[in-house]
Nanobody, 124 residues
């Protein structure tokens, strides 16, 4: 089991930036893909981004493409989400997740471990 702890959330004005981090425990971190998801108030959880175990393959939701960047540092057991040009509609609780697949698509069912989430609020 991989345990995940997110950090870096907060309040930012529209157009600003935030960098989320997700620290993982356990030796299996580098063997699996990682993903970021979010849940806005009153809405379903939605996919944001995923990255393969090596970091060589990434994919993004259309709503964040060109503004968000997912990356990982396997030596530090950490995955990041750099968020630029933030919009009020990006306001949500952001969750990182671990998958035992080396690469995966956006299906939440393929992720076996989840963090507790970090709040991101973008003011207009």
């Amino acid at each position: 089991q991989v345990q995940l702890v997110e950090s870096g959330g907060g309040l930012v004005q529209a157009g600003g930036s935030l960098r989320l981090s997700c620290a993982a425990s356990g030796r299996t971190f580098s063997s699996g893909a990682m993903g970021w998801f979010r849940r806005a108030p009153g809405k379903e959880r939605e996919f944001v981004a995923t990255i393969s175990r090596s970091g060589g393959i990434t994919s993004y939701a259309d709503s964040v493409k060109g503004r968000f960047t997912i990356s990982r540092d396997n030596a530090k057991n950490t995955v990041y989400l750099q968020m630029n040009s933030l919009k009020p509609e990006d306001t949500a609780v952001y969750y990182c997740a671990f998958s035992f697949f080396g690469y995966t698509d956006s299906s939440p069912q393929r992720f076996g471990s989840w963090g507790q989430g970090t709040q991101v609020t973008v003011s207009s």
